[in-house]
């Protein structure tokens, strides 16, 4: 069973940075990864996605402030958020593809504060 671990949220004030990550157990081979927001009351989006060879896709109104990355090697993906708005609170998911099956993290909380 493929295992996912999230890191990196927590609270910010608007106009900061947090840098996301998320580790894949196990000796596999991964090839969509992506992020995921969910804020209260609203639907999960999509934020970012990353293929296996790298090439990347975002939610249109997110280009520009977020990067996606991803460590093959560490089973690891990145994502990187820059001048963070109150709006961008949300629980932020990890979520990969190995095969034809697909894993979802645990969720870790992003709070961005006025």
């Known amino acids: 069973q493929v295992q996912l671990v999230e890191s990196g949220g927590g609270l910010v004030q608007a106009g900061g940075s947090l840098r996301l990550s998320c580790v894949a157990s196990?000796?596999?081979?991964?090839?969509?990864m992506d992020w995921y927001r969910q804020a209260p009351g609203k639907q999960r989006e999509l934020v970012a996605a990353i293929t296996s060879s790298g090439r990347t896709d975002y939610a249109d109104s997110l280009k520009g402030r977020f990067t996606i990355s991803r460590d093959n090697a560490k089973n690891t993906v990145y994502l990187q958020m820059n001048s963070l708005k109150p709006e961008d609170t949300a629980v932020y998911y990890c979520?990969?593809?190995?095969?034809?099956?697909?894993?979802w993290g645990q969720g870790t909380q992003v709070t961005v504060s006025s």
């Open positions: 979520h990969i593809w190995v095969g034809l099956y697909n894993y």
């Open positions: 196990g000796s596999i081979f991964i090839n969509n």
